[in-house]
């Protein structure tokens, strides 16, 4: 058997293991390269939060103006689709059967008095609806031009729509509709 030489004996009496030796030195690019990497992924993931918190920010953002959008569009429709019967009571013919709200208020029927109907509404009531709703002055004259032989007529302006008949006999019949 070989025998391992001993160390002589420390000032407390142990053996000490002998010294290792020194290992090779770290080569010189390895530093830089391994703050690079750091710094890289360092920057991805401060840069990927910040994305994250932007991402979020404007998830939110985008959410609140779609809830407003949508606000808008209700208050908008509740807007549009009183027009007609608001034009009613401006006129006063909200408890006249000859015109007959319907459809959630997007729609309005008028019967209007000729020479041998006798009931409807008259010319004015109707001249009065017209002119609550903003019917600009060519509608009213292609509506005023109108003979028995020309058949259903109709116009929009705005948001509104008038289609209409008439006859000397049976008066001015229409529906005003309201745009949803």
């Known amino acids: 058997m070989d025998e391992v030489p001993q160390q002589p004996p420390s000032a407390t009496g142990e053996n000490t293991p002998p010294p290792s030796p020194r290992p090779a030195p770290l080569p010189r690019w390895l530093l830089p390269l391994a703050t690079g990497i750091a710094g890289l992924l360092l920057g991805i993931g401060v840069m990927g939060g910040a994305w994250a918190v932007s991402s979020a920010t404007a998830g939110a953002a985008h959410a609140a103006a779609q809830q407003k959008a949508k606000a808008a569009a209700a208050k908008k429709a509740e807007a549009q689709k009183s027009v007609l019967k ?83 006999d049976r008066g001015l019949d229409g529906v005003f509709t309201v745009s949803k």
């Open 86 to 168: 608001d034009a009613l009571s401006e006129c006063g013919l909200m408890a006249n059967d000859d015109a007959e709200l319907a459809d959630s208020g997007y729609t309005l029927t008028v019967n209007g008095e000729g020479d041998e109907d006798y009931s409807g509404l008259s010319i004015e009531d109707e001249a009065c609806l017209l002119r609550t709703l903003n019917a600009p002055s060519a509608v009213v004259s292609h509506i005023d031009q109108t003979t028995s032989l020309d058949g259903r007529q109709s116009e929009t302006w705005s948001n509104v729509s008038f289609s209409w008949t008439y006859h000397p």
